[in-house]
C-alpha cells in the first residue's frame, strides 16, 4: 500500500524521484524512494527491486534470443476431401528410336553421337537393321535437327496405345500431350496444356483412374551396338506421376513398367508447405532458362519473369538448360528456353559430358518450393495375359500370342482413397508468443505493464523538460536585475526618465497601492518604484 501523499510531498515537481516513485505502477519504487523509511528498509528494498529487474531481464534476453534462432516445427494432418484433382502421368518407351524409321542420312549425324557408331561401321548396323545400305553417292542433308528426329523416329502413341479408359469412359491419343525428356519423346495423360480442363475423380480404388494397355512394340527396338552411356538395355516403359505445375524428370524420378505384368499404381495425395528465409529455405520465384551472359549471381539464383509457377524439377531443368547453354552455346531438346537445340556432333563432344559434370558437382541449388504436391505410391503387378486371355487379345489386335506376351502390358493408377496428407512446416515462436512471455515475466517479477513504461517514458520527458528545457528558458525569459543606484524606466512612447539617486537613509516601506509618477500625458501609463 503507498502511503499518502503529505503537503511536503505534493510541493515536490514532477520531476522529482519520490514523486515518481510515489505514483508509479512499478511494485517497490514507492519502498525505495519514499520518505521516513530507516535506511536499512529502503537497502533491503532497493536489493530486492534490482534482483527482480536482473531476472527480468535475463528472462526477456533469452526469449528474444531464441526468437531470433528462428525456429519452425512440422504438423502432419489428415484431411478428407469430396473430389480429388487427377495427376499428370507421363509415359516414355524406354526404346527412344525406332529401327524402321532410321535413315542413312540419321546414321551420318546422329550415329556417332546418339549410338556410337563409327563412319566405317554404319553399313554393318543397316544391315542389322534389316535395311539396305546407303546408295552410291549418297550425300548427307546440310542441316540436322535432333528434336525433329525423335519426333519421326520415336515411338508413337497411336501405336503403342491398345486400349484407354478413364473412370470406366474411353480414353485415346487425343488425351495425351506430347513432351520431349532425356529419353526422346514422351506423352502426358491430363496435363492441362492449352487450357484444357483438368480430370479429378470423387472416388477412390480401382476402376477410378486412369487404365492403359500398351504394346512396347520390342521389334522396333535398336540393336545394342556398343555399350554407351544412352543404350537402354531394359524393356518396357517408364512412367511418372507428378502434378500439372511440375515438369517431368522421368529419367531420374520415373519407375518401370514391364511387358507381361499388370501394373498396380495406388497414389496418396500429400501437400507440402514450407517456410521462407528465415525460418526455412524455400523459394516461390521460377528461374529463366535463358542465360544471360552479363547477369549477375550465382547459376542457380531464381530470376523473376513470366515464368511456370516455380518447381523443383523446373528449377533443376532451368539450371541445366543455364549451364550447357553457357558452356555449349546450345540447348539440350528436352530442356526449357530459347536457345538453338544442339547438334549431334554438340551432343557428343559438349552437351552431354557438361550435363554428367554438373549433375556430378551438383551445382544447381534449388530450394524447396514454398508450397507443392506430391504422390507417395504403392506398386504391385501380377502376371498377365492368361492362357486364355492371350488367346483373345491375339485375335483382337491381329498378333501372335507370344508377341502378346512379350510386348503387351497393363498400368491402372488410381488413388487409395480421397483422404490426402498436408506436411506444414510452422513457426516454433511467433511475435504475439514472445510479447505474452515478456509481459508475463514482467508481471512475476516487477509488477509492472505497457502502461508502467509509457508511465516511465512520461517521467523521463518531464526530467528533461524540467532540468535542460526548462532551465534553459527560464534563463532566457528572467530579466536582468536593476542596480540600487538608479533604476532606468522606459514608457512606451520611448521616453525615458533618470530617477535620482536615493539616499540610503531610513524610510518607510511603500505600499503595494503606490501611485507612481505620470512621466507623459499623452500616454497615460503609470509605473510603480520600489525600494529594491
Not at 511440375?246 to 498396380?264: H, N, R, V
Not at 544471360?292 to 518447381?311: C, H, I, Q, R, V
Not at 512520461?458 to 542596480?483: A, I, T
Request: aromatic share 8%; with cysteine.
Amino acid at each position: 500500500m503507498k502511503p499518502p501523499v503529505g503537503p511536503e510531498e505534493a510541493r515536490l515537481p514532477a520531476s522529482d524521484i519520490r514523486t515518481f516513485a510515489s505514483n508509479c505502477t512499478m511494485h517497490g519504487l514507492g519502498h525505495v524512494f519514499g520518505p521516513g523509511a530507516p535506511p536499512a528498509r529502503r537497502g533491503l528494498w532497493a536489493a530486492a527491486v534490482l534482483l527482480a529487474l536482473a531476472t527480468f531481464l535475463y528472462q526477456v534476453a533469452g526469449r528474444v534470443r531464441y526468437y531470433g534462432e528462428f525456429h519452425h516445427e512440422t504438423a502432419l494432418e489428415e484431411r478428407e476431401s469430396r473430389r480429388l484433382t487427377f495427376p499428370a502421368v507421363t509415359l516414355c518407351n524406354v526404346n527412344p528410336l525406332r529401327r524402321s524409321r532410321l535413315t542413312p542420312n540419321d546414321l551420318h549425324w546422329a550415329g556417332p553421337a546418339l549410338l556410337g557408331l563409327e563412319p566405317a561401321e554404319h553399313a554393318a548396323y543397316l544391315r542389322a537393321l534389316g535395311r539396305p545400305p546407303a546408295p552410291p553417292g549418297f550425300m548427307p542433308s546440310p542441316t540436322f535437327d535432333v528434336a525433329r528426329l525423335y519426333a519421326r523416329a520415336g515411338h508413337a502413341l497411336e501405336d503403342m496405345l491398345l486400349d484407354c479408359r478413364y473412370r470406366g469412359w474411353p480414353c485415346g491419343p487425343e488425351n495425351f500431350t506430347t513432351i520431349f525428356t532425356r529419353m526422346g519423346q514422351c506423352y502426358t495423360f491430363n496435363s492441362g496444356a492449352d487450357g484444357a480442363e483438368l480430370l479429378s475423380t470423387p472416388k477412390g480404388g480401382m476402376g477410378n483412374g486412369l487404365e492403359v494397355m500398351l504394346d512396347v512394340q520390342q521389334e522396333e527396338y535398336l540393336p545394342v551396338w556398343r555399350d554407351v552411356e544412352e543404350t537402354p538395355f531394359e524393356v518396357g516403359v517408364r512412367v511418372q506421376i507428378h502434378t500439372q505445375e511440375e515438369p517431368p524428370l522421368i529419367d531420374q524420378l520415373g519407375f518401370g513398367a514391364a511387358p507381361g505384368y499388370q501394373t498396380f499404381v495406388s497414389c496418396q495425395k500429400q501437400q507440402l508447405s514450407f517456410l521462407p528465409p528465415p525460418w526455412g529455405d524455400c523459394s516461390s520465384v521460377s528461374l529463366d532458362p535463358d542465360f544471360e551472359p552479363d547477369a549477375p549471381g550465382p547459376l542457380g539464383t531464381p530470376s523473376p519473369g513470366l515464368s511456370p509457377p516455380y518447381s523443383l524439377m523446373g528449377c533443376r531443368l532451368a539450371c541445366q538448360s543455364r549451364y550447357v547453354a553457357r558452356k555449349c552455346g546450345c540447348r539440350m531438346m528436352h530442356m526449357p528456353g530459347s536457345a538453338p537445340v544442339c547438334s549431334p556432333q554438340q551432343y557428343k563432344d559438349c552437351a552431354h559430358p557438361a550435363l554428367d559434370a554438373l549433375l556430378r558437382k551438383d551445382t544447381c541449388r534449388c530450394p524447396n518450393p514454398c508450397a507443392s504436391t506430391r504422390y507417395a505410391k504403392e506398386l504391385s503387378m501380377v502376371r498377365m495375359p492368361s492362357r486364355a486371355a492371350a488367346r483373345y487379345l491375339a485375335r483382337k489386335h491381329n498378333r501372335s500370342e507370344a508377341y502378346i506376351v512379350e510386348n503387351v502390358l497393363v498400368l491402372d493408377i488410381f488413388f487409395e482413397a480421397l483422404n490426402y496428407e498436408t506436411v506444414e512446416q510452422k513457426k516454433a515462436y511467433e511475435m504475439s508468443e514472445l510479447l505474452g512471455d515478456i509481459g508475463g515475466q514482467m508481471g512475476l517479477f516487477i509488477g509492472a505493464s505497457l502502461l508502467t513504461i509509457l508511465e516511465i517514458l512520461d517521467y523521463l520527458c518531464e526530467v528533461f523538460w524540467d532540468r535542460v528545457l526548462g532551465h534553459r528558458f527560464w534563463n532566457r525569459k528572467r530579466p536582468q536585475r536593476p542596480s540600487s543606484a538608479n533604476l532606468l524606466q522606459e514608457g512606451p512612447g520611448s521616453h525615458r526618465t533618470q530617477v535620482p539617486h536615493l539616499s540610503p537613509g531610513p524610510r518607510p516601506p511603500t505600499p503595494c497601492s503606490a501611485v507612481a509618477k505620470t512621466l507623459s500625458a499623452s500616454h497615460r501609463t503609470c509605473y510603480l518604484v520600489t525600494r529594491l
